[in-house]
């Protein structure tokens, strides 16, 4: 059945036919397959088109250019637009007929125009809604539009410690802040200002910004998934966030990964966060904006308040999980709203009834593991993508081949998802791999489990490296402005 004829799918068992049998091409076009992974599996003609082999040409739905030499990324955009303007990818286009959609996690203007020129449509919204909606200053607007509101703020300007400090205490939000500059990894552009001192390191880069200027509140952060629709907005399973743990990422306040399990929080503040986020998909809905995008929340602990932290209007890295749980758990996985979305399929089904399948669940989590040695080295071994096993004795070793999460029976074992591998240059920040298991990392006291330190420290330990003699000239990625998934 061709996706050009439009029909009006039942029932989920139509719905799931009419994906498979999809001979619309469909290239998920992305430094790796990490945040739609699996998704090939419901939806025909899907390939995903990288730069990293992250499987060694083992799955058939991933397409490498060869030839790819060094290239000086900077950025996600950088990697799609290399990937774009490959002659393998434009071949491989016009040997499918020259017509498509095309899925990115990151793109730019550029990304628009390359892909316009193959003859692909970008299966997303488009570049200058999703900036807008991205900067946190738009984001607290359309919350607040949307009756979901964020921890106590102000927006302003603030080019001295004098100037924060007044405006903060004229609006009742004391001196211990959170400064958030616009655009960016909350990671790197989320600052702690508690004295002249923290405002003296972190000056030049919230200096002439707009500032969202919060007072800080002991909390956990979450996130989850939502998928705007015509039907209304479809929300994933809540996750909570694993951050800023030294052993796992360099970055301060960092996201290194996520938990997922239907006993993380209070049912109520589960029900509290589902509902923010159905108001946030539906208000984006009448700006333009339709599918997927991530609602990052804040739980006050000390009064169970919940805030919004920002939007991420994007497939995101909490796709993973997501589809991971919606597919195991309901049948279905949230993405495939996406596609029909974009695909321009209407269909007659109940948003109620879908959400409801997807409400219970067990535990499962995830870790980026990232170099956090301030060094650089050329990669000689490197862990396999696969299943891995962790022995009593805290011993890790490769288990056997897997492409899927799915692939996990039990909680010493973990699906890891190789990025760099031998050839590559490590280096402070880098993406090393992705780790996906049953099981929680992180505690209730947000505290990571000793597995999860086993599990980090066992997949670096199978990295080898040797340092860069003298007179050896390579650029390293600057991790500041972008990651690889």
Not at 59 to 81: C, L, T, W
Not at 89 to 99: L, T, Y
Not at 433 to 462: C, D, H, S, V, Y
Request: glycine share 8%.
């Amino acid at each position: 059945m061709s996706t050009e004829n439009k029909p009006k799918l039942k029932n989920v068992s139509e719905i799931l036919e009419f994906l498979r049998k999809n001979t619309t091409p469909i290239y998920f076009i992305s430094p790796t397959p990490f945040s739609l992974l699996g998704l090939e599996q419901w939806v025909g003609n899907l390939e995903y088109v990288n730069y990293f082999d992250t499987f060694a040409g083992a799955h058939r739905d991933i397409f490498v250019p060869s030839d790819q030499g060094y290239q000086d990324f900077k950025s996600m955009e950088d990697v799609a637009n290399y990937l774009l303007k490959h002659p393998e990818f434009e071949a491989r286009v016009k040997e499918k007929g020259g017509h498509g959609k095309a899925l990115f996690v990151m793109f730019d203007d550029e990304t628009e125009e390359l892909a316009a020129k193959l003859g692909l449509d970008i299966a997303l919204p488009p570049d200058a809604l999703r900036n807008r909606i991205d900067s946190k200053m738009e984001t607290t607007r359309l919350g607040n539009e949307a009756g979901v509101a964020s921890a106590p703020n102000i927006l302003a300007e603030a080019d001295d410690y004098e100037t924060l400090i007044t405006l903060a205490k004229e609006n009742n939000l004391g001196t211990d802040l959170v400064v958030q500059t616009p655009y960016g990894d909350s990671g790197r552009t989320t600052f702690f200002i508690n004295s002249e001192a923290d405002w003296d390191r972190h000056a030049e880069k919230m200096r002439d910004q707009d500032l969202k200027i919060m007072k800080r509140i002991n909390h956990l952060p979450g996130t989850v998934e939502a998928c705007a629709t015509r039907h209304g907005t479809l929300v994933g399973p809540v996750m909570t966030d694993i951050t800023g743990f030294e052993e796992i990422t360099p970055y301060k306040g960092g996201w290194c990964g996520n938990d997922v399990s239907h006993n993380l929080l209070d049912r109520k503040i589960v029900n509290k966060v589902q509902k923010m986020a159905r108001q946030l998909g539906d208000r984006l809905w009448q700006e333009g904006y339709k599918g997927v995008f991530c609602f990052d929340f804040l739980l006050d602990t000390d009064t169970e308040e919940v805030y919004l932290g920002e939007i991420n209007p994007r497939i995101s890295g909490a796709s993973p999980m997501t589809n991971l749980i919606t597919t195991t758990y309901g049948g279905l996985p949230l993405f495939l709203f996406h596609l029909l979305e974009f695909l321009d399929v209407d269909y007659d089904l109940s948003v109620h009834n879908t959400q409801a399948r997807w409400k219970d669940y067990d535990n499962w989590s995830q870790l980026i593991l990232k170099q956090t040695e301030d060094e650089v080295g050329l990669i000689t071994e490197a862990p396999a993508s696969g299943i891995w096993t962790m022995h009593e004795d805290g011993h890790v070793e490769f288990g056997r081949p897997a492409q899927q999460v799915t692939s996990v029976t039990h909680e010493d074992e973990a699906f890891y998802m190789q990025v760099y591998t031998i050839g590559d240059y490590s280096y402070h920040g880098a993406d090393l791999g992705i780790l996906m298991t049953r099981g929680r990392m992180q505690t209730a006291e947000r505290e990571l489990f000793p597995r999860a330190k086993t599990w980090n420290a066992g997949i670096k330990a199978q990295f080898k490296t040797v340092p860069l003699e003298d007179g050896d000239v390579t650029v390293i990625p600057d991790t500041s402005v972008g990651k690889w998934f």
